[in-house]
């Protein structure tokens, strides 16, 4: 029997409280003493291709565990097919782990414990539990039977434990050909677990092996290779994924008839699955391969280099692994929450710039040909709380985004059009005169007036203005090449899909070739993080070979937000993250005599990410108003936060709590949806006060509508103002909370349906939810849906109109 090394004891720290299976696994083996309290984990990469997101999750929670119980992660490299792997592959591997914030504590490789596993293997023959079978791998398989069938022995199974090894001896000695024998367990050929069927533990390749060269013709299959890496190194609990629940009964098997305990334990999890990508090394070398994408390092790719180069923060990969958990049943995983993890760690750390990505010329006819004035601009919104700021250059010749001006504008409009007005942020308020066009017609360039007097976006005479839109000084900006990375698919479940290649976005990437940055941006250090102000977040990519001598490639990281969300609304976390595009130049904060100006830099070794206060960047006084706003009204504090943080903001919350608005629902209406609507446009042009939110929200706690009718009746003031109470009786939006209407109509549902009524009726208690949703179509979508719950069960119990409660 081979000998396991004893590592040293290691030091328990006061144990932390588990936050899943496995961590309560761990910290009861630590409680109760097994493996002398030790904890060591491992990472088992296969050295076959790039780490991916889903390899993060494996790393965060081995790591993690090692970490919180005082223990060992070791990387080990599980390197025994010699035919696909790579010391290139190590290499990013190493690269990737390190990158994610992670250092192991040894670093070894399967292929070293070859010459151990080999004598375990002479044990299990010694002990007549393994054979030498001369059956073909096909042979076997037929032969291993079904699940009713037991399996049938080949010639082989019943050979003396002297010939046994001398076969071993010769396939070891290189005397066969691939595939010609293989050695098995002897184990059980009716096991109802068809793995346990006499599993394979060495076939025979003549293989040359990155790092054993030719020294070895026999290679050790994954079940009989793992356990016992996992054995020699000491580890205690060897955390897989769910594929290989039935591979641990020979896990377990191997090590109590070849090793003395104490044994490692294996333990499964749920796989990361991740919508719109795929995470399969074979699938992602197929991309590669295919030159569906540019290498494994492409930002679109779901690999941590692929990540890494679109600017993704590894404390952003950290945070998302362990918001989404470990879990014992396998489930996909929205990307929109890898997206938002992302939003959420950049909106502390990257600085807001301007930049045009598909420029229009302007020209500001009453401003002086050859004039510059330099502008005050912050590089931080205020709910960030930084400090920071940089001057942009106001002239005669101005780029704006061509997508932000219309000829005919759509209803609601709020750039610019001709005749209309429009803020340039932190600049004038300017109007377009006129527009010249090419002899196609086509738009070339725009000539505007400005408001002197609106200088910062401030507008003396409180007129309307219908938005802010981002600009450059032709004359300053700088070139650039933005890169504007989407999802890789355009199908949510390409991994279930065979065609998988078929369901490629062909619109995964668009560049921008033309587009024109602030000057500001001239020196910006490769690596560095930027949001580009109504754009998104940007990583100036330092691997890019630069088009044009110098040019800098900006990759878009994430948009800033979900676009793919289907509903317009958006979850509260994405509009939390989002920018908000609170107009600094409203006039209430930003200070006329600005710091001198402190250019942000290249990430490398910045400074480590701010901790994600709520009150950060609150005055003292601020922070006063948010604690007590959210003590009195039990808000959470990042809303009192927002609201202490904005006056106007605050006055909203206080004119709707004053109509009789519930505090926290009128808080997180305002941090959310009034949020979303200034993003580009100031408060004060909102057509919404704070009386008609308050009666909006005192609408819904009264049970008059649902919340989501609520949504529609906001949209509808946002759009043309009035009263939330007429907006309801005008579009018939009441909530239906009449119980015999309901009733009635619940009756017709179920008689409409007499199969599913049935079915329900014999115990299908969950199409319960189908006859909700039938009633709900009906109302269309008014019912109260308490009452809508109860009517339909009572007609379904033949209880009809019954009040059921
Ligand atoms: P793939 O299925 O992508 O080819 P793999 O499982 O073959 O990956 P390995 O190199 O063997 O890749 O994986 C190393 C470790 O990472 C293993 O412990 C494996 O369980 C884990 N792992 C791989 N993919 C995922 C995933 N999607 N989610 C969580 N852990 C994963
Ligand atoms: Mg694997």
Redesign the pocket.
């Known amino acids: 029997m081979t000998e396991r090394p004893t590592p040293p004891e290691a030091s328990t720290p006061t144990p932390p409280t588990p936050t899943d299976f496995l961590r309560a696994k761990v910290a009861e083996d630590v409680a109760a003493g097994r493996y002398g309290g030790r904890v060591a984990t491992r ?4 050295p ?2 790039f780490l ?1 997101i ?2 993060a ?2 790393i965060v929670l081995n790591f993690g565990v090692a970490e919180e119980y005082g223990g060992t992660c070791n990387l080990r490299f ?1 390197d025994t097919n010699p035919l696909t792997e790579d010391m290139a592959y190590v290499r990013s591997i190493e690269r990737d782990i390190q990158w994610l914030g992670y250092q192991w504590d040894e670093e070894l490789f399967a292929s070293d414990y070859f010459p151990s596993m080999y004598e375990v293997a002479v044990s299990l023959v010694r002990q007549g539990k393994a054979y030498v079978d001369d059956s073909t791998e096909a042979e076997i398989q037929e032969m291993r039977g079904t699940i009713s069938e037991p399996g049938r022995p080949s010639p082989g199974r019943e050979r003396s434990v002297e010939e046994n090894l001398d076969l071993l001896e010769r396939m070891r000695a290189g005397e066969f050909p691939d595939g010609s024998r293989v050695l098995r367990a002897k184990i059980d050929l009716a096991a109802a677990n068809m793995k346990m069927r006499d599993p394979l533990l060495y076939r025979i390749r003549h293989a040359h092996h990155y790092r054993t060269g030719d020294e070895w013709p026999i290679y050790p299959m994954y079940d009989f290779a793992h356990c016992l890496e996992d054995y020699f190194e000491g580890i205690t609990h060897s ?3 769910l594929e ?1 629940e039935n591979n641990r009964e020979i896990y377990d098997w191997i090590l109590q008839n070849a090793v003395e305990p104490p044994h490692p334990q294996q333990i499964e ?1 749920a ?3 991740l919508n719109y990508t795929v ?4 699938r ?1 070398l197929e991309l590669v391969r295919g030159g569906h994408v540019d290498g494994w390092d492409d930002p679109r790719m779901p690999t941590l280099s692929g990540l890494r180069r679109r600017g993704v923060t590894p404390e952003a990969i950290r945070t998302f692994c362990r918001k989404i958990g470990v879990a014992k049943a396998n489930s996909v995983v929205d990307v929109a929450q890898l997206e938002h993890a992302i939003r959420d760690d950049l909106n502390w750390t990257a600085p807001r710039v301007l930049c045009v990505l598909d420029p229009l010329e302007v020209v500001v006819e009453t401003w002086p040909e050859g004039e510059t004035e330099q502008l005050p601009a912050p590089y931080w919104p205020r709910d960030v709380g930084k400090e920071g700021s940089r001057e942009i250059p106001f002239t005669r010749h101005l780029f704006i985004e061509r997508d932000d001006f219309a000829e005919q504008p759509p209803k609601g409009w709020r750039r610019l059009s001709p005749g209309a007005e429009v803020r340039l942020r932190y600049g004038y308020v300017v109007r377009c005169e006129r527009v010249e066009r090419d002899e196609a017609g086509t738009v070339t360039r725009l000539v505007c007036s400005h408001d002197p007097a609106t200088r910062g976006g401030e507008i003396p005479d409180g007129r309307k203005v219908a938005g802010t839109i981002h600009w450059v000084s032709a004359e300053h900006a700088v070139p650039v090449e933005v890169r504007l990375y989407d999802r890789l698919f355009r199908v949510e479940d390409p991994s279930a899909r065979e065609d998988y290649l078929s369901h490629l976005n062909p619109d995964s990437l668009q560049v921008m070739t033309g587009a024109r940055a602030e000057p500001s941006l001239a020196g910006a250090a490769p690596g560095s993080r930027f949001q580009l102000e109504r754009q998104g977040y940007f990583y100036v990519d330092p691997e890019a070979e630069s088009p044009a001598g110098g040019t800098l490639v900006l990759n878009r990281t994430v948009t800033l937000r979900d676009t793919w969300t289907k509903q317009a609304g958006r979850t509260e976390d994405d509009v939390r993250s989002e920018e908000r595009f609170v107009d600094l130049a409203r006039g209430e904060t930003a200070p006329t005599g600005q710091q001198p100006s402190t250019a942000p830099t290249a990430a490398a070794p910045a400074a480590p990410a701010p901790p994600r206060d709520p009150l950060a960047g609150l005055t003292a006084e601020q922070e006063a108003a948010a604690r007590e706003l959210a003590e009195n009204h039990g808000l959470p504090l990042a809303d009192a936060a927002i609201l202490a943080g904005d006056s106007p903001l605050r006055a909203m919350f206080d004119e709707a709590v004053a109509a009789h608005a519930n505090p926290a629902a009128a808080a997180n209406w305002i941090v959310n949806d009034v949020l979303r609507e200034v993003k580009d446009r100031p408060l004060s042009e909102l057509p919404v006060g704070g009386r008609d939110l308050g009666e909006l929200v005192a609408l819904i706690d009264s049970g008059k509508i649902s919340s989501k009718m609520a949504k529609e009746v906001f949209a509808a003031m946002v759009a043309g103002g009035g009263r939330p109470g007429e907006i309801v009786a005008s579009r018939g939006l009441e909530q239906v909370d009449d119980r015999s209407a309901l009733a009635t109509l619940a009756a017709q549902v179920v008689a409409a349906h007499p199969d599913a009524a049935e079915r329900y009726r014999a115990g299908h208690d969950k199409l319960l939810g189908f006859f909700v949703g039938q009633l709900m179509r009906e109302t269309r979508g008014k019912a109260n849906p308490q009452l809508a719950n109860e009517v339909l069960q009572a007609e379904l119990a033949g209880e009809p109109g019954g009040e059921a409660g």
């Open positions: 990472f088992p990469p296969e076959n291709g991916h889903g390899h999750k494996s599980d955390f897989c994924t290989f999890f796989r990361l699955n995470l399969s090394k074979r992602l």
